[in-house]
């Protein structure tokens, strides 16, 4: 199997930096080009008033944030990719990413909920798996102490 596009999911936690490190070594071995997706999801009004709009803007600034630190990741490690923001039920907007730039696998990380918080919750990366129109890699947080922020600090 010939690995050309990789997607990567991050949503700012150091479990998807984990799994953005082995996509970023994935894609080092395949020659592989790098997406990175975030998704933002939306919001019933009534949150947005509990909450209130500036919190909401800055959750998107730091998702933002996130994405061009990820992509500045990428670049240092020699790796081609390309940044998506999108609205929506996550899951959704990552099965339909995946089929739009018809991607060779994805990569992403779980948090390892169980019982009955998994129940409540549910799982994106349960429900990416079952969807997804390509094989998925699903990672838990490694441990390692490094930061994307600082190239040469993810070596493996």
Known sequence: MLIKKVLVLTDG?????????YAVELCRNFNASLHLLSVIEDMPSYATLEVGSEFISKVQEAIKSEVVNCSGYCETSGISC???????VPYEE???YAKEIDVDLIVMATHGHTGLSHILLGSVAEKVVRHAPCPVMVTRIDNKDWDITKPGTCAV
Do not use: K, M, Y
């Open 94 to 96: 990552i099965v339909n």
């Open 82 to 88: 390309q940044g998506e923001i999108r609205h929506g």
């Open 13 to 21: 936690s150091q479990n998807s930096r984990s799994a953005l490190r």
